[in-house]
Every structure is written in structure tokens, then in C-alpha cells.
């Protein structure tokens, strides 16, 4: 699938003109790139997290020559999928989210015993 095949499907699925899909996909991945970027991840809770890492420098190979050639250090964008998106590739039902335990109430503690009043003369 092509950018104007999502903009089409989303635009179809969303009830949404085909110019409006288009700029809200043009300003999600500008976002996107700004922040990682900046060295901040972007995380879409069940679809995945994009982040920037650090790859290592390393020696590489001229594929024509053969010759050894150092590879610089560098910055590069990386996407984590997320169980949601692993699930639904997988053809499985994502997992059903627990409900959170329900709070006890808190056990009544004994009132503190009250030192009697001073008396007036």
C-alpha cells in the first residue's frame, strides 16, 4: 500500500474528505520525525513506539574493491511494534486488557484514644 492508497482507505473508513486524510497523515509524520529528531520516542500504545538510536561505529567492506572502510557512528530511526500490531500480523484476537482490581475498602482503624481535658480550677 501507497501513501494515496491509506489516504483513500482511511479516508473511506473515517468518513473523511481525501484532502483532509491527506493533511492529517502529512502532519502526524512531521511530528513524528520532529520528535524523534530531538532524540524523544514516539509511542502509539498497541501499534508500536518510534524512537531514535544510536548505531555504533563499525568496519564495513567497498562491495566492488573489497577494501575495509570505517562506517561513522550514527543516529537512526527505529519502530518497536507494539502486542496489538504483533497480534493482529499474527492473525491472533489481541488480548483482552484485565480490569483493574477492585480496591478494598480500608480496614476501620480503632479510633486513637483521646487523653482526657485538663481540668479548670
Known amino acids: ?14 468518513e473523511l474528505s481525501k484532502a483532509a486524510v491527506n493533511k492529517a497523515i502529512d502532519a502526524m509524520t512531521d511530528v513524528i ?3 524523534i529528531a530531538k532524540g524523544n520516542p514516539v ?6 513506539t518510534f524512537k531514535s538510536v544510536m548505531r ?8 566492488k574493491t573489497g577494501a575495509p572502510l570505517k562506517i561513522a557512528a550514527k543516529a ?6 507494539g ?10 484476537k489481541p488480548a483482552a486488557k484485565k480490569a483493574p482490581a477492585a480496591k478494598k475498602p480500608a480496614a476501620a482503624k480503632p479510633a486513637a484514644a483521646k487523653k ?5 480550677k
Open 1 to 14: 500500500m501507497n501513501k494515496s492508497e491509506l489516504i483513500e482507505a482511511v479516508a473511506e473508513r473515517a
Open 33 to 35: 520525525t520532529s520528535v
Open 76 to 81: 537512526v530511526p527505529k519502530f518497536s511494534a
Open 83 to 92: 502486542a496489538g500490531l504483533k497480534a493482529a500480523v499474527a492473525g491472533k
Open 56 to 63: 555504533s561505529a563499525r568496519t564495513g567492506k567497498n562491495p
Open 43 to 48: 509511542a502509539l500504545i498497541g501499534f508500536g
Open 116 to 120: 482526657p481535658a485538663a481540668k479548670k
